[in-house]
């Protein structure tokens, strides 16, 4: 089980990365969000910021399309979602080995690869 805390010591630990001030968590590399809270919209109520989920930037259909049907238990997608490539992950379902390669693996699709590079270099 993962919580918002192992999202950003994750995140926090990869190079480059930047905390978006807000409230719940925003991670981007290069100006790139690569995982942030869920902020969940209900019609005709204000749009509340779930951290209990994170949206992952998973680069394309296919791998999206692959998560959601492959793991529906861990991933989820929602209105307004369809035509990006990201997908919303429940934290409290997922361990944090494969929360590592989950974050790891959006952060890498997101930075520029000189920066990318570094991390392959620091192994």
């Known amino acids: ?12 630990a990869l190079p480059e990365v930047e905390e978006i001030d807000c ?3 925003d991670f981007r590399v ?4 690569f995982v942030w809270s869920y902020p ?7 749009r509340v910021i779930r951290t209990d989920v994170a949206v992952l ?14 793991d529906p238990e861990l991933f989820f997608s ?9 997908v919303l992950l429940r934290l ?3 361990n944090v080995a494969r929360l ?7 952060w890498r699709m997101r930075a520029p690869k000189p920066i990318a590079g570094r991390l392959d270099e620091a192994g």
């Not at 680069?59 to 959601?68: H, I, N, Y």
């Not at 590592?100 to 959006?106: C, F, I, R, S």
């Open 92 to 94: 409290e379902k997922v």
């Open 57 to 70: 930037y998973v680069g394309d259909e296919a791998e999206k399309q692959a998560l959601l049907r492959g």
């Open 30 to 33: 290069a100006g790139r969000g």
């Open 100 to 106: 590592t390669e989950l974050v790891t693996d959006a």
């Open 1 to 12: 089980m993962a919580d918002e805390q192992d999202v950003r010591r994750l995140a926090l």
């Open 40 to 46: 969940e919209y209900r019609t005709g109520k204000p």
């Open 23 to 25: 409230d719940g968590f």
């Open 78 to 86: 929602a209105p307004g979602y369809d035509d990006w490539p990201l």
